[in-house]
């Protein structure tokens, strides 16, 4: 029984999420710069490819270019601070995630237990699962770049509410999370939800941009099958995370399902990505329809996460919350 | 819902152009007919399990009775008006309301409906083999074009290596994969029907109950054994497992320095266990996390307190009681407890003691005493007596754990909040009504105890769920074609494809061309190349 906390670890983990969170910071300052100010010159460059590209549908045959994608520097013209403003905050990314990582690593060390389980830990482990999200998909779609002052601003603010707001010292935790099953279910939900995440940003960008004019983010088609893609990735692993709990609930509370609000929860968010999925792939509500059941869909999650911890309890009220009785 | 003319509702409505006459004729065989097709909707499915999310949210505003009865009677005490509508609305009872029943039972239907017809079309389609090809490939989504010659059957092999169902014709090859996406699909709706029916199969054969046993205290597993027994409605009291087990120790390991003093680490309870009557007993160490199982009948440590054990001596020099009271904790921190002891056989008056027990006693600053640690480090108990009628006879049931206030007025008043007495001390009760000893600690452990019979088959149904939604997510129906044609200086090979699921375009490209490279390599190899473009349709909208 790992009683003793390692204080100095526990510290330094404190202190790299200080860094975390000022890194994040920087990294956005970067993006918008690099959104708000390079050329906006994205928009064209795209047509003269997708004509390119209906050239080589429709089989020409030498001639067809290839299709690459788009190089990390548009900015042909105008100045070039922006875009290396961009890259910048691209390397700060990375240097946010690592400390991030490491800050979860040392209190795991400090602890001697999986580092999320309890509210705090698990708000810094989602920031961490969606910002590798972003940066592995970012590697996959590179019109994702620019969204990355998107998810920085979310990283950072859910990290400074964590620090605010959730803080716990690095402890032991109840016998009935002294289990392999945090392992299992609370990583699939995490890294579920980092990959949900991601699609709440591409989501909500896909309101509010309008096609045609002048812009440096994806664009709507982009968002659209960007969103599509992390759900699908994320949905299933969500379902495993569900049906663990249900087996670990089988374990520690003697039922598998038993309407608890956070199950509650766990299952109408499933229910409204599934719509999403469904919606899409049998026709009837697509693009903007769509989207918003998935938005509606990730209100549903951040419910579950925030909503019900914090005033519905349920057996899962452990989430060990300060200030809460 | 917006409207729109999609692929669903025009086949919908092509595949029943005769059902459609004037409303006024449908008649009754019509409506039902309407009734059935609408209910077997795809949509109508979707648009119910929306429901049925929704439905369950007021299963999460307010307190259930089945989880939490004593918050339900909390809500009834502070708002009478509300709860009582609330009740009627069975917002308590959600998931066993009629109308949540309704909607579920609608679902059931539905997806019935659903799987039926489209498994039959699937299994049709199974059978079918891939269509002919089109005239011209090069209008497909992907399409490639290159020289060679090859004999048709090098091409069919080198596309059934790659697990195409293959057919030809004349000049042209056609091939199709990816059937398995719609079976996905079907094991997907068909384990929701699974795990609908292992649910109802739990909630009718069987069963949940829980028992407070004190440490050196046993149980056997008959009906009668439980402080709380809640049976569905097909379990009979002759089918429990006829198990039984003493509780031989209970245990809690503190957290004692840190910034957490009194965070519990572990509990363990240790059982001596017979499986059945006639078996050998057998040790078990009970944790969180980690049930005792005998035969599918699991029991689950789910809480504990303490049990202080007390001898009272009445004023004519009998033991009156001698053993453990269970005390209910009153701070989950401190682990203050209260109980009360009940000596209807004392003389001359009957006795009626509420104990407060503090398991590791502190004097507070005002002088009042209090417990300052949840472990039982220092443990004292502090004593309020009550001489007279205590009411047994009355034939109203009385709480085991608190004295009725009012009974308590028409009793006389001995000692109030005595001193604390320590382990080992007696208190005198004025008036020549005896005394009480403190004479030990014992804990008790809360079980449950539980037998579900629909536990394995909802995993079976839950792990054919997430199967089939990885397969019907993952695979991409896709169709492909080659020509081969001669073109005066020698063959062309042309290869054409699509995905025939929407969305599902992302990585056909790369695949397309990784075949397009295959039949290239069947080909003869002295031939060269004359063009080649797979073209990766990367920004094409899917
Ligand atoms: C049917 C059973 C269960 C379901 C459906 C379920 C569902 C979930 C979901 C959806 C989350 C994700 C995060 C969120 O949005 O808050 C979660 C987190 C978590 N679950 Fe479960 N769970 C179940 C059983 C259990 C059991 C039995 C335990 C432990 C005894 C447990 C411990 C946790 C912990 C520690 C977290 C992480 C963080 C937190 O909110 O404090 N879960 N669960």
Redesign the pocket.
Known sequence: MPAEVDTGLATLSDQLLLVTVLLYVFAMIGYALHLGFGRRSVQQAAVVREHALVGAGTSVPEAAPVVEPAPADDDTAGPRWPARAGFIALVLTWLGWAANAGCLVTRGLAVGRWP????YE?VVAICLATVTAYLVMRHKFPQLRFLGAFVAVAAALSLGFAVRYLHVQAGPVQP??N?Y??AI??SA?IIA?GLFTVGGVTGIIYLFRKDGRPSRLPTRADLDRITNRVVVLAFPL?TF??IA??L??D???GR???W?P??I???I?WIAYAAYLHARATGGWRGRAAMVVQLVAFGC?LF??VG??MFLGG??S???IPGSP | MKKTTTDDTTTRESAAPGDRPAVKGLGAVGWLRWFWRTLTAMRTALVLLFLLALASVPGSLFPQRGVEPGAVTRYFQSNPGTAEWLDRLWMFDVFQAPWFAAIYLLLFVSLIGCILPRTRVYLRELRREPPAAPRHLNRLPHHAAFEGTAPTDRLVAALRRRRFRVVTGPGWIGAEKGYLREAGNLLFHTALVGILLALGIGALYGYRGNVLIVEGNGFANTVAAYDRYIPGSQVSAESLEPFSFQLDDFKVDYQIAGDRPGQVLDYTARLSVHDSPAAAERDYTLKV?HPLDVNGTLTYLIDHGYAPTFTVTDGAGQVAFEGPVACLPQNSRTFASECTIKVPDAKPDQLGLAIRFLPTATEMQDGSWDSTFPAAINPVVQVTAFAGDLGLRSGVPQSVYLFDQERLKKMKRLVMMSEPVELGKSLDLPGGHGKITFTGVKEWAALQIAHDPGRLPALVAAVAAVLGVLLSLMIRRRRLWVRVRDDGTGQVIEVGGLTRTESGDGGFADEFADIVKALKESTAPEEPERSTEPAGRKGAPG
């Open positions: 999320w389980a309890n509210m698990f009935s999370l289990s099953w945090v279910h609370v939900a939800t969500w995370a569900v709990g249900a670990w609930a374990k520690a509370w598998y399902w038993g608890d956070k199950e929860w766990a299952f968010t999650l579950n996460l019900v911890n057996l899962h452990y989430a060990d | 996390n």
